[in-house]
Each structure stands twice: as C-alpha cells, then as structure tokens.
C-alpha cells in the first residue's frame, strides 16, 4: 500500500492539444485533435491521423472539390 501513486506524478495519463494537429493551422480543437475543416478532412482520407498530407494529396483534394461542388 505505500507504492499508492496519484496520475499526475507520473501517470500514463496525456492531455489532448487543445490546438488544431494539422501545421499551420492554429485554429482551436473541436473533434479529435482537428478544428472543424480538417476533420472532415481526415474523413474524406485528405490527411491522417497526425496531420500530414499523403503522396496523393493533389488528386484526393481534387476529387474532394468536385464532390462538394456537386453536393452544393
């Protein structure tokens, strides 16, 4: 009982950015670890988990617009 241990003194515990994951964004946090736009990038498949674009971003982002255009 003396190894008792409180989260904050070492615990495995992380805090989620409070900040958009995505560089150069800066916009607050609002789903996950992405402002509003960006999640719905990240579901669209236009970046991953950590923020970073793939190879292929120039044809995802383009296939993204004309989806939204025609859904407009």
Known sequence: MGNDKKAS????????????T??????????STFCGQHFLWFKEG???R??????DFD????AFTMKQKKAA
């Open 50 to 55: 950590k923020g970073e674009k793939p190879r």
């Open 9 to 20: 003194e070492g615990g495995s515990v992380k805090a989620l950015p409070t900040y958009c």
């Open 46 to 48: 236009l970046i991953n």
């Open 22 to 31: 995505v560089g150069g964004c800066g916009k607050k946090a609002d789903k």
């Open 59 to 62: 044809r995802k982002y383009h």
